[in-house]
């Protein structure tokens, strides 16, 4: 039995270390490739994905099927491989604009940064918003080469070669990077930023474990992180609901709307509970539009809520 497990997790760190290794390659080289020649072969990738990768086309094709039961199984299939394609021209779009500062602002457009120069008058920082919808580490990257000083709040990878890697690119796209754990840490290196007026960027679209509030997405119950409601109730500072979508080949629009109104209520757990809502339905909005757009191979209602939260005050939506 020992001898069992022992093999499993040796095959699973070599697994991770090739992964690694091919991750590095394909970074190196894709860098030099030019924008059509990464895309097509992006796509190509994304294509073989969507056949070889067995487990994520389940969670992909899973996920669809909870979100919208009315489609056919053929509509279906054809998102998640659209789905795939996207991702794959993505990984190499970001190769392609990270040091090219004339490509992004050529083909990154910004609708509503006037409502983000708004949100920074408080001078109290402003927490950009957003999904995994689109390309969206670009959002950070067009940000950072607008000259806004940026930090993206992410989610350490497992693979700490990969981690180290990954951070190292962010750091030459002029973004910040700050890690979701270990918590307190965060929230202080958070609280520095917007002290300084600096913008933090904040995902709010993934499963969440056993923590946050539940709340419906899709009309299913999702664990929802609430940190960024918290963070504007109790610093004043800027919500900014921002996302970016793919308008063609190359070319990108990155919307940001005007600040985001709190409810406020006289009871903290419902306050947070009702602008968690507000802005889980938003962020579907922008799905539903940009349905091929968004990252489905996650497992956004892995988690289930227990009978005990079930039955709690301003912990679920009724």
């Keep these: 039995m020992v001898d069992k497990i022992m093999k ?3 095959k699973k760190f070599l697994r991770k270390k090739i ?26 990738l994304g294509v073989v994905a969507y056949y070889m990768l067995i487990r994520h086309r389940k969670v992909a094709m899973e996920s669809l099927t909870m979100a919208f039961p009315e489609k056919s199984l053929s509509q279906r299939k054809k998102i998640a491989r659209e789905c795939f394609i996207f991702l794959g021209q993505g990984f190499f779009d970001v190769l392609y604009f990270l040091d090219r500062e004339t490509e992004v602002k050529n083909n990154i457009r910004v609708n509503g940064e006037a409502n983000l120069v708004q949100g920074l008058v408080k001078n109290r920082g ?13 959002i950070a990257l067009k940000l950072a080469k607008m000259g806004y000083t940026v930090n993206l709040v992410i989610r350490p990878m497992r693979e700490k070669n ?29 609280l520095k930023a917007l002290k300084n007026n600096e913008l933090v960027v904040l995902l709010m679209d993934q499963n969440f474990g056993t923590g946050g509030v539940w709340v419906k997405f899709f009309n299913i119950l999702a664990a929802t992180p609430i940190g960024a409601v918290v963070l504007g109730l109790r610093t004043g500072t800027a919500i900014m609901p921002s996302y970016i979508y793919q308008e063609k080949a190359g070319r990108h629009c990155l919307r940001i709307l005007p600040e985001f109104e709190l409810i406020k209520t006289e009871n903290n757990d419902e306050t947070i509970l009702l602008n968690v809502i507000k802005i889980s339905r938003l962020m579907e909005d ?33």
Excluded at 294 to 301: L, V, Y
Excluded at 309 to 316: G, P, T
Aim: with cysteine; glycine share 8%.
């Design 19 to 44: 992964s690694a290794f091919v991750l590095k390659i394909l970074i190196s080289v894709g860098a030099k490739f030019s924008a059509k020649a990464g895309l097509f072969i992006g796509g190509g």
């Design 162 to 190: 990969a981690d180290k890697y990954f951070h190292k690119l962010r750091d030459r796209g002029g973004v910040r990077t700050i890690k979701s754990y270990p918590r307190k840490e965060c929230v202080s290196k958070i």
């Design 8 to 10: 499993k997790e040796k």
């Design 126 to 138: 402003a927490i950009i918003l957003t999904a995994h919808l689109g390309n969206f580490p670009l």
């Design 286 to 318: 922008w799905i539903r539009k940009y349905v091929n757009q968004w990252t489905w191979i996650h497992r956004r209602w892995k988690s289930r809520p227990s009978k005990e939260i079930l039955n709690s005050k301003f912990k679920v939506e009724k």
